[in-house]
């Protein structure tokens, strides 16, 4: 059964009911600012899942409230079948499970096979404070889940030994132990029998002297053995990692660094599920606390191809601060992102089917090696997509006075506009676009003509009314008042503009107090601002006609009448 829906209450920081759902897609990430609870929750998922017999099993410290049960409520299901069970955890006594109507889920209850199966598929936890005791015991479930796969594959292979010769040869040595075992427990038991009878005549005796009652007997019978199951062997098995290198050889990997250690085992996790030896269960979890924790970022960006290639295969739950790890240009499985609030995870994405063809991979890729910080969009309050170097600098500026939570992304050009807008209509995500109308009178009808096309895509992509499009007339310079500028002066020209000289020249002031308008109208949904003329919201493709069918009919014109000039100076 799939984990689909998790609760946490008095429990480290979420004093009061906490919940997160998830959807049947691969990989969670949960997101939000430190010490909003990211690692708790991963926390208090894997701790429901460990079968605890003894009391004081969570320190005091983590109780919120003292006197208050912790209680971890989990939703599981199946294609048949839903199922809700509690766990709950009291400062004195053993945490004990329970169903959705409160009643202790004991071997007589229905629910208890069920829960059995469930706590014997607990998750992988991967977390940057690992001690070397959690790193072996880490490596030992996943060697003990590999083990059990192949005897479960093993008990119940009744193929063809053509097919799988190896497999047929294991299961009849297989089975031929099982059938010596009890035989060979026999003879044992026949030597130990004859020792416990004579131990049990003799405290016999010395009962029916020591209470004066001749009835008196005691019998010592050995119990009996039909066999033994796959369990019983993964009882008797351990395993270790070892790592060579240069300098050392045969040294434990609970013996390195955190970096090496972390990705070893994402590694040798990624590399049994791709080799099927973890079996086919697909609702296996896979919890990691901070992933890029301790790397270096060529390492970050290898790390997230690896979690793709994991969230294909299991589900996949990790708390992040890096954006890195997110690779827009990945066909991958669906996405959720989360943000950690005080009594839920607030669902800010979910990445919807793919629609991205194959130029939109191409210039995210690009993208990733020009601005590998992109993805920062999950993790801002605001997101705004800017065309030019001048108008990114200008707001990023402003955001930084303004202490506001906004992430502005460069797109350079606006086909990456469009790939950029589908991308965060993918993840259903709101928005605000400021793109150059690139109206000029210098450039000439055909360009003209291609410059609407350009404008149209963009206006065209957008997909929903939390979608906003601003223009620049003709472009963001010219729409501030400072007309065309060179490339090589851009940014001086926008930081004397914002850095303090605005005050001393007239048309800086007045540039530095339209930049602050539209970057003001652009950042605030809740009431409409008036626009200067060198700017205009978009609210229909034909408002782009406006500003070029009568400028592309008149270059039309002109370069019909020239060419006219030209032809007749020919002849």
């Known amino acids: 059964m799939r984990l689909v829906k998790f609760s946490v209450t008095n429990y480290k920081v979420f004093k009061e009911k906490f919940s997160i759902d998830f959807s049947k897609d691969s990989i969670v990430i949960l997101t939000g600012r430190n010490n909003t609870g990211k690692s708790t929750i991963l926390e208090a998922i894997n701790c429901f899942f460990q079968k605890e017999s003894k009391a004081k099993t969570i320190p005091n410290d983590c109780f919120s409230e003292r006197k208050t049960d912790i209680v971890l409520e989990a939703v599981f299901e199946s294609d048949e079948d839903q199922i809700t069970i509690k766990k709950k955890y009291k400062a004195e006594a053993a945490p004990k499970f329970y169903d959705e109507k409160g ?3 004991t071997k007589t209850h229905d629910l208890f096979a069920k829960l059995e199966e469930i706590l014997n ?19 030992q479930d996943i060697y003990s889940e590999i083990i059990k796969n192949d005897l479960l594959k093993i008990e119940g292979f009744n193929g063809d030994s053509k097919e799988d010769e190896d ?3 294991l299961a009849q ?10 035989a ?10 004859s020792i416990l009878s004579q131990v049990s005549n003799d405290v016999s005796s010395n009962l029916r002297i020591l209470f004066s009652n001749n009835h008196l007997s005691l019998n010592v019978i050995g119990g009996k053995s039909e066999g033994f199951s796959s369990s019983d062997l993964l009882k008797s098995t351990n395993s270790s990692v070892l790592i060579d290198s240069q300098k050392q050889s045969n040294m434990s990997l609970a013996n390195q660094g955190t970096g090496l250690q972390r990705m ?19 609702n296996k979890l896979l ?3 901070e992933p890029e924790a301790f790397l270096h970022p060529e390492a970050v960006r290898a790390l997230s191809r690896s979690l ?39 669902e800010l994405y979910k990445s919807k089917h793919e629609q991205f063809d194959d130029n939109d991979i191409a210039n995210m890729k690009i993208l990733n090696y020009v601005d590998s910080y992109v993805n920062e969009f999950f993790f801002a309050d605001k997101v705004v997509i800017v065309e030019g170097d001048t108008e990114y600098i200008a707001f990023k500026h402003l955001a930084k006075e303004r202490d506001a939570n906004i992430h502005i992304i460069r797109a350079r050009g606006k086909a990456t506009i469009v790939t950029l807008m589908k991308i965060l209509n993918q993840f259903n995500s709101s928005y605000d676009v400021l793109h150059d109308v690139d109206n000029h009178d210098k450039h000439s009808a055909s360009t003209l003509k291609a410059q609407l096309t350009n404008c149209k895509k963009i206006y065209t992509s957008k997909h929903s009314d939390n979608i906003r499009i601003f223009c620049s007339i003709t472009h963001f310079e010219k729409a501030i008042g400072i007309g065309d500028v060179s490339n090589d002066q851009k940014t001086k020209v926008i930081y004397q503009i914002l850095g303090g000289q605005a005050d001393e020249e007239e048309n800086y002031r007045e540039a530095r107090t339209l930049v602050e308008n539209i970057f003001e109208q652009i950042i605030n949904r809740d009431e409409e601002l008036a626009l200067s003329e060198g700017f205009k919201k978009v609210t229909s493709s034909e408002d782009y006609d406006k500003l070029f069918i009568g400028l592309i009919q008149q270059k039309s014109l002109e370069e019909a009448e020239k060419q006219k000039k030209d032809d007749a100076l020919t002849v």
Do not use: C, W
């Open 287 to 289: 919890l990691i606390d």
């Open 264 to 282: 070893s085992l994402i590694y040798l996790i990624q590399n049994m599920i791709e080799k099927k030896l973890l079996g086919e269960n697909d």
């Open 167 to 169: 497999t047929f040869t």
């Open 173 to 182: 040595e297989y089975a031929n132990l099982k059938k010596a075992y009890p």
């Open 184 to 193: 060979f427990l026999n003879k044992i038991k026949q030597n130990t029998d």
């Open 103 to 105: 009643r202790e889920i």
């Open 121 to 139: 598929n607990k998750p992988f936890y991967i977390t940057p404070s690992m001690l070397p005791d959690d790193i072996n015991d880490l490596i």
């Open 308 to 346: 793709y290639q994991i969230g294909k295969k299991m589900p996949l739950l990790i708390s992040t601060h890096s954006p890195i790890l997110i690779d827009l240009s990945e066909r991958h499985t669906s996405i959720q992102v989360f943000r950690v609030g005080e009594k839920e995870a607030i």
